[in-house]
């Protein structure tokens, strides 16, 4: 079997891509495969933070599209870009082992959310980010910054910016050498699916579905259904800034979430903990705790992103 790859074509993509592929490979040996590059409106425009150029999925769309098309078998993700909800016809299949999903302070000089200096400026285009950064550390300037991983780097190191915050499982997959701090979920709430490698097939193909059951990581993907399910509960698109990490504790599974101003003057955070055999359930009693408790911020932020 020859199974079709869709994905972006950044450095970070294609290397998720690989690690898809490997995984699939050591539980089907037979297969072969053929990657397909799919270029984003998220990988175009560039001198936009995401969250003005409001296109839900922008870097996941039309990726799936090859999948409608018939242009490609299976299309890889980072979850965190995936929407709540995706075209009926496609389902999420596979995760392979969960990375990191914590975000980092990436900098030269190897500080810490603590140590950053009075003033310093640090770079994120994401709202959630920006928030929580702001929350703990009032006295940072926060700056926007696009581009992939190896860009942002670049741009850190010829001195526009003190630091950035990154998702740490990016950093790691593809080798940065530099320093990575990484932050307690407590304090900055990781995005949703963060961490996570997404595979999507559509739903009448049974015999990929097969092959990718295989592979699954069933640790992984019960925290990818528990927070894909309390961001379906919100009905919030992925430029709202709210954080949502499960993690899977024996027979439990634990829930941290949050939201948050984006100039960091309100947040709201906490946790639950549920079965293991019902993530769906963890994820929306998280949604539901959130939306009782913060439900004034919440649909502020959902009106005014």
């Known amino acids: 079997m020859i199974i079709r790859v869709a994905t972006r074509g950044s450095a970070l993509s294609i290397r998720q891509a690989e690690i898809v592929m490997r995984r699939i490979l050591e539980f089907n040996p037979d297969v072969e495969f053929k990657l397909v590059i799919v270029r984003t409106t998220g990988d175009v425009v560039l001198d936009k933070p995401l969250y003005e150029i409001g296109v839900k999925g922008i870097f996941e769309k039309e990726v799936n599209l090859a999948l409608l098309r018939g242009e490609a078998d299976v299309a890889v993700h980072s979850l965190k870009d995936m929407p709540a909800q995706i075209s009926s016809e496609l389902t999420l299949a596979m995760t392979p082992p969960r990375d990191d999903p914590r975000d980092a302070v990436v900098s030269v000089r190897g500080y810490t959310i603590d140590s950053l200096p009075s ?19 009032r006295d940072v300037v926060v700056k926007p910054i696009r581009g992939n991983v190896d860009t942002r780097i670049r741009k ?150």
Do not use: W
């Open 156 to 305: 850190l190191m010829g001195g526009g910016y003190d630091a950035l915050i990154m998702a740490a499982a990016g950093l790691e997959r593809l080798n940065v050498n530099i320093s990575v701090n990484k932050i307690d979920p407590l304090l900055m709430p990781p995005a949703p699916g963060q961490g996570v490698i997404g595979v999507v097939v559509r739903r009448d193909r049974e015999d990929l579905l097969k092959v990718l059951r295989r592979s699954n990581d069933e640790d992984t993907f019960r925290e990818a259904i528990a927070e894909r399910a309390f961001l379906s509960r919100i009905g919030a698109g992925c430029h709202v800034p709210l954080g949502g990490l499960a993690t899977v504790n024996g027979d439990s599974m634990d829930f941290v979430y949050g939201v948050v101003d984006p100039d960091g003057t309100s947040k709201f955070t906490g946790m639950v903990r549920g079965s293991l055999s019902d993530p769906e359930g963890v994820g929306r009693r998280a949604a539901e705790e959130l939306l009782s408790n913060a439900h004034e911020l919440v649909s502020r932020l959902m009106k005014n992103p």
């Open 119 to 137: 003033n310093s400026v640090v770079g994120t285009s994401s709202l959630r980010r920006r928030g929580f950064l702001l929350s703990i550390r």
